[in-house]
């Protein structure tokens, strides 16, 4: 069996995308599985190695040259792939315009099916347009977790139920040689930065949660994605007794800093729900969104606080700590 999963964006949702393919394999154990994805994300999906063909797409930075030659030779070589295989099924978990014509590109085989959502999650942006490429139409609740979404989805259109927990399947990524910044001792990442303001846990919150980990011996690092988020690492970093900030990441780099973290600590991002896949000890701060959306919930290794208007106070914070690493002397 050949599928073909769309999913484009954005790292978070292309990560809550991944326990498709465990399911479908648990399923279909020789089903071969190809996927569409943003170019940025590429070798992110390239971590899961029964994923056989990661195909780029560029809609992104195809945007702002349509009329340039290279970009109209690069969105032709794009078609070409995605048509080269003809699929048993295609997937298209996103459910807008833009996915739904990548899956209507995409040839099927004469009993092949289309499928995909049948309507959107609440405050989803979902394109009710997306479902005249559809031959199925998967409804689910208002309130579907991320995770469960794309689950579902592939569950209907093969026929199976979901009864497990959700399996990331991602490998670490492979360095010839380690990143000179990363530390050989245990350290605490700290997610600090996400592109919307309301998203963002108080400063002074970071600070006083540093100097708790200091009192346990460990050391916290700060990843920073463009120019207003270094600035905020160096105020919190200056304020901090045992902060380190990082040069500026890759993708790859940023995936292996979540992947090695003793704790994650983190808004609601990209970064946070990567070190929950790979259930590392992750404590997820939901400040000003909906935490059934996207909450880790597949491992015990995984703390949720606060909630939408509700942010979690440092005290809660601290009680996580205790719980997932032990008393302040670090034994459970």
């Given at each position: 069996?050949?599928?073909?999963?769309?999913?484009?964006?954005?790292?978070?949702?292309?990560?809550?995308?991944?326990?498709?393919?465990?399911?479908?394999?648990?399923?279909?154990?020789?089903?071969?599985?190809?996927?569409?994805?943003?170019?940025?994300?590429?070798?992110?999906?390239?971590?899961?190695?029964?994923?056989?063909?990661?195909?780029?797409?560029?809609?992104?930075?195809?945007?702002?040259?349509?009329?340039?030659?290279?970009?109209?030779?690069?969105?032709?070589?794009?078609?070409?792939?995605?048509?080269?295989?003809?699929?048993?099924?295609?997937?298209?978990?996103?459910?807008?315009?833009?996915?739904?014509?990548?899956?209507?590109?995409?040839?099927?085989?004469?009993?092949?099916?289309?499928?995909?959502?049948?309507?959107?999650?609440e405050g989803s942006g979902y394109e009710g347009a997306?479902?005249?490429?559809?031959?199925?139409?998967?409804?689910?609740?208002?309130?579907?977790?991320?995770?469960?979404?794309?689950?579902?989805?592939?569950?209907?259109?093969?026929?199976?139920?979901?009864?497990?927990?959700?399996?990331?399947?991602?490998?670490?990524?492979?360095?010839?040689?380690?990143?000179?910044?990363?530390?050989?001792?245990?350290?605490?990442?700290?997610?600090?930065?996400?592109?919307?303001?309301?998203?963002?846990?108080?400063?002074?919150?970071?600070?006083?949660?540093?100097?708790?980990?200091?009192?346990?011996?460990?050391?916290?690092?700060?990843?920073?994605?463009?120019?207003?988020?270094?600035?905020?690492?160096?105020?919190?970093?200056?304020?901090?007794?045992?902060?380190?900030?990082?040069?500026?990441?890759?993708?790859?780099?940023?995936?292996?800093?979540?992947?090695?973290?003793?704790?994650?600590?983190?808004?609601?991002?990209?970064?946070?729900?990567?070190?929950?896949?790979?259930?590392?000890?992750?404590?997820?701060?939901?400040?000003?969104?909906?935490?059934?959306?996207?909450?880790?919930?597949?491992?015990?290794?995984?703390?949720?606080?606060?909630?939408?208007?509700?942010?979690?106070?440092?005290?809660?914070?601290?009680?996580?700590?205790?719980?997932?690493?032990?008393?302040?002397?670090?034994?459970?």
């Amino acid at each position: 069996m050949k599928i073909l999963i769309v999913r484009v964006s954005s790292l978070g949702d292309v990560v809550h995308n991944m326990p498709m393919v465990a399911d479908i394999l648990r399923h279909h154990p020789h089903a071969q599985i190809d996927w569409v994805v943003e170019e940025a994300y590429v070798n992110l999906v390239r971590l899961n190695a029964r994923v056989r063909n990661v195909i780029p797409y560029a809609l992104r930075r195809w945007r702002k040259s349509l009329l340039a030659p290279a970009t109209r030779a690069e969105m032709r070589a794009f078609y070409h792939r995605v048509r080269s295989e003809r699929y048993d099924i295609v997937f298209d978990t996103q459910g807008l315009l833009k996915t739904g014509i990548v899956m209507r590109m995409a040839r099927i085989t004469p009993n092949g099916k289309r499928v995909g959502l049948a309507n959107g999650t609440e405050g989803s942006g979902y394109e009710g347009a997306s479902r005249v490429f559809h031959t199925t139409s998967v409804p689910v609740d208002v309130h579907t977790h991320a995770v469960l979404r794309g689950r579902l989805v592939a569950a209907a259109g093969l026929g199976y139920t979901v009864d497990t927990p959700a399996d990331f399947m991602l490998q670490p990524p492979h360095f010839d040689a380690l990143p000179a910044w990363l530390p050989e001792r245990p350290y605490a990442a700290f997610f600090h930065a996400t592109a919307r303001a309301s998203k963002q846990w108080a400063s002074g919150n970071w600070v006083q949660l540093s100097h708790l980990l200091d009192r346990r011996g460990l050391p916290v690092l700060l990843a920073w994605g463009n120019d207003a988020e270094y600035a905020v690492a160096q105020r919190l970093a200056a304020q901090m007794p045992n902060a380190q900030i990082l040069p500026r990441l890759s993708m790859m780099e940023a995936v292996l800093f979540a992947q090695r973290a003793a704790l994650a600590i983190g808004v609601d991002t990209g970064l946070t729900h990567i070190a929950a896949a790979y259930n590392r000890p992750t404590i997820e701060l939901y400040c000003d969104s909906p935490r059934w959306k996207t909450e880790g919930n597949w491992s015990g290794n995984i703390i949720n606080l606060g909630e939408q208007g509700a942010p979690p106070s440092v005290a809660d914070v601290a009680g996580a700590i205790n719980s997932l690493l032990g008393g302040a002397n670090g034994k459970r």
